[in-house]
């Protein structure tokens, strides 16, 4: 009845193990910090020592596959990651453990707060980060003429694809919050059928696995809804202004709900 779990199960490696053991501390706020809604809005501060994944970080170009919209039928989707080389613990030998892949969730970046703070333990336990902007997240609107949906599934994994082939016979990891956790798991189904090269765990944190349901909740809670309606909006816009010969949006300023965009969009 549910295939999809009897292909993403996996023994465990050294590798997974070992990366395992790196980050062993079991986080457990104080219970008067447990509220999911305390937690979200707490998550936005970024500390100090998150900026460790910002040093020497290198933007990279990626090759993303065929363009899914249909917009761009002579070029290849281009997708835009940062990447920061690893820091190897003292007394440790020079070469990195692996490389990791973070993706980001809805509206979110290479550089929302949990990105650069886990991004920032990777790189003190001594890996490599690649943070992956998908479509038109962070400043890479202009990259594309099509606008991003949640099925383009396609193109992250080509662009994956091409973040394991810099793991060199180095362990890769891919990890994802969200929707970047949805983008992980459906990666990691179709790793079978089109392998990612050096990849030893996929690793979805809160993927969202029923995006209808997940719709309806974001309505359901005027505070989140009000965020991403005005986070999506303003992506919109920024993609009519780049393209104003192809998109017009203006509509979607009076549409209440995410659903409706939702709707209207597609």
Not at 6 to 25: E, G, L, T, V, Y
């Amino acid at each position: 009845m549910f295939p999809e779990r009897r292909m993403m199960k996996a023994q465990p490696n050294s590798d997974s193990q070992h990366m395992a053991s790196d980050f062993k501390d079991i986080y457990m706020p104080h219970g008067l910090l447990r509220n999911g809604d305390l937690q979200t809005i707490l998550g936005q501060h970024i500390p100090e020592d998150a900026s460790i994944v910002m040093e020497q970080e290198q933007l990279i170009l990626f090759d993303a596959g065929p363009d899914r919209t249909e917009l761009e039928t002579d070029r290849a989707v281009r997708l835009l990651g940062v990447y920061t080389p690893g820091r190897s613990p003292l007394n440790a030998p020079p070469r990195p453990k692996g490389l990791a892949m973070l993706l980001h969730g809805w509206e979110g970046d290479s550089h929302s707060a949990y990105n650069l703070i886990l991004g920032s333990e990777l790189i003190r336990a001594g890996y490599e980060v690649v943070r992956l902007n998908m479509r038109d997240h962070g400043p890479t609107h202009h990259l594309n003429k099509g606008i991003f949906f949640a099925t383009l599934v396609e193109e992250v994994h080509a662009a994956t694809h091409q973040v394991g082939l810099l793991a060199a016979g180095r362990p890769f990891f891919i990890i994802g919050a969200s929707l970047g956790g949805n983008f992980v798991v459906r990666i990691a189904l179709r790793h079978q059928r089109n392998p990612i090269p050096n990849l030893r765990r996929a690793i979805a944190v809160n993927p969202v696995l029923n995006p209808r349901r997940a719709c309806i909740l974001l309505d359901d809670h005027r505070l989140l809804q009000r965020y991403f309606r005005r986070r999506w909006l303003e992506s919109l816009m920024k993609k009519q202004k780049l393209f104003p010969d192809l998109y017009d949006f203006t509509h979607l300023a009076s549409v209440p709900t995410i659903w409706e965009m939702s709707d209207w969009v597609t």
